[in-house]
């Protein structure tokens, strides 16, 4: 009778993924980024928000809808999946559920702990650094970057052998990505007194596009809307789609900025400045008032930019700013709190946005944040990849500035392989074949790329091939008859002529004028030309609505 019993309790600790039993392997390292140094051990009562990805169970079959409900020859063009079609095709199986279960049980993680996502495919619980430590059989420890980002991470984690094909990625472990804004000040920028800008810019009614785009060295919301011809538009379906943009790092948009910047270019706009939505996810920041140290760093440059190009050009269409917490660079520890403020945003976020239902979601959303691709391991790239399809495939349009350092800035691009190689730096998520991705351009006749030693511009805007994901089939007609006219040979090495190539699409992206703290200043970057193209698709989106027809969603396979 005894052995039956002590047999029956060796069967289910096995069962439970008992952490005595279990044989580690690796799941994954990935190099510390240059920039970043490690400094102290992680203390054993830290906590830790642990989200846990399993694999989905038919991305392939998402993938599949995704790209024909895009495609506008294909029948079912336009027919967006619902969010219950979505989770239908990812949710894993229930043996990888059950096997996850077993495994968090066997480390005394009790159910009312965990949280799922709708589809299940993501398990989110908070837990002690020794808690994890144990069930990755790695050490954590803080991280802190030139810039003065702090991370709580470790660059390898493993599981037991039977977890591996069952979990795709766990985070917060290997990533370092932290989003940073595509903004660049005017070389010799300043401060521009209103009087002496508004009384140079002419009324946009019936002027041509010298007129309005040449009358001073800014762009202003009259030069976009009649050098893309929205100017006379119309919006007729206000009430059935909105427009969306994304804060990270803690920036903010200034409703009374706002309100001068539509006073001066938009007047009959003026009382949107006080309409627009704003959404804190995971204790993003919505605050209204600017410190001190905002003034000093240029807190809120990057979200005035955003909301007021938008509201600019696309108005009377809804805006939403989602604010979200997570990497930022200004966050300093004190000795109670530790590192609290290290979550990855970009999966917070979508994570938010995919659980809304399917009247909830925006048409468009514009995100003026990237990084590094190499800054972050491929199972998270893979995975918030998968997550943007998920988006996509529900009929929401993701746009993501290019960057602005060309292929690479200059002296960083060197590889994180252990190598030191020099390599071109792509930048994520833009290498995402699911989004797409937007360069900047200067001039009007014609349009032509920026890039810093013609423009007397503070940047080039950013381009480039994706060492993460190959080159997609939509790209396929074009991609590979560019290399062989204009590069050739050249390069070769350091580059990957095979990946996802970026970016899709360009528009103006140079000397933007925002109002920020209470004056006018000019500012540059593909964080300008990002917002500008989303509004001018949630224009195109209103129109379709208003003719009963469907969404634009995913763009890259119409071009």
């Not at 095709?89 to 996850?100: G, Q, T």
């Not at 977890?163 to 990625?169: A, K, P």
Request: hydrophobic residues 35%.
């Amino acid at each position: 009778m005894k052995w039956h019993t002590l047999l029956l309790v060796s069967i289910t600790s096995l069962a439970a993924g008992s952490p005595v039993k279990a044989r580690h392997e690796v799941k994954e390292s990935h190099p510390v980024p240059r920039g970043w140094r490690r400094t102290s051990r992680a203390h054993p009562a830290d906590s830790i928000s642990l989200q846990i990805a399993l694999e989905q169970g038919d991305f392939a079959g998402l993938e599949q809808s995704l790209y024909e409900v895009s495609t506008p020859d294909h029948p079912r063009y336009g027919q967006h999946l619902s969010a219950a079609e979505v989770h239908d095709l990812i949710k894993p199986s229930e043996d990888a559920l059950a096997a996850v279960q077993a495994w968090l049980a066997g480390h005394g993680i009790v159910s009312d702990h965990v949280q799922y996502s709708e589809a299940k495919d993501w398990v989110t619980v908070s837990l002690p650094v020794a808690t994890v430590e144990r069930m990755l059989d790695t050490n954590y420890h803080y991280y802190v970057h030139d810039d003065g980002s702090k991370l709580l991470r470790t660059p390898q984690w493993s599981l037991p052998q039977h977890l591996h094909e069952h979990i795709s990625t766990i985070q917060p472990t290997t990533s370092f990505f932290r989003p940073q804004h595509r903004r660049k000040l005017p070389i010799g920028h300043e401060t521009f007194p209103i009087e002496n800008i508004v009384a140079t810019v002419p009324s946009a009614v019936n002027s041509s596009i010298a007129a309005v785009c040449n009358s001073t060295l800014l762009v202003t919301p009259d030069c976009i809307r009649t050098l893309y011809g929205t100017i006379n538009y119309k919006v007729q379906a206000a009430d059935k789609s909105f427009m969306a943009l994304n804060d990270f790092l803690g920036e903010v948009n200034i409703r009374t900025d706002a309100e001068l910047y539509l006073e001066a270019y938009r007047p009959e706009a003026e009382a949107a400045a006080q309409q627009f939505s704003q959404i804190s996810i995971n204790g993003g920041t919505v605050h209204q008032k600017l410190t001190s140290n905002d003034t000093e760093d240029g807190t809120g440059e990057e979200g005035n930019l955003d909301a007021q190009t938008m509201m600019g050009l696309a108005w009377p269409i809804p805006l939403v700013a989602y604010s979200t917490g997570g990497v930022n660079p200004t966050y300093i520890e004190d000795a109670y709190t530790g590192p609290t403020d290290s979550d990855e945003p970009y999966i917070r976020w979508l994570q938010y946005l995919l659980s809304l239902p399917d009247n909830a979601l925006p048409s468009v959303v514009s995100t003026s944040y990237d990084d590094d691709e190499q800054t972050l391991p491929f199972s998270y790239a893979s995975r918030a990849c998968s997550m943007f399809a998920e988006l996509g495939a529900r009929g929401v349009t993701l746009l993501f500035a290019s960057g602005d350092d060309g292929v690479g800035a200059t002296g960083y691009c060197v590889s994180n392989n252990g190598t030191n190689a020099t390599t071109f730096l792509p930048e994520f998520p833009s290498t995402c074949p699911y989004v797409t991705s937007v360069g900047a351009t200067a001039h009007y006749n014609p349009e032509v790329a920026v890039y810093d030693d013609h423009f007397s511009s503070p940047f080039t805007s950013g381009g480039g091939f994706s060492n993460y994901f190959p080159r997609p089939a939509y790209q396929d007609a074009s991609v590979p008859a560019y290399l062989s006219k204009y590069v050739g040979e050249n390069y070769a090495g350091f580059y990957n002529p095979a990946g996802r190539a970026v970016p899709d699409l360009a528009a103006q992206g140079s000397n933007f004028t925002i109002y920020w703290n209470g004056s006018l200043h000019a500012i540059s970057g593909t964080s300008a030309s990002t917002p500008a193209m989303s509004a001018i698709l949630a224009l195109v989106n209103d129109a379709l609505v208003a003719a009963g027809k469907a969404k634009l969603g995913f763009l890259n396979v119409s071009f």
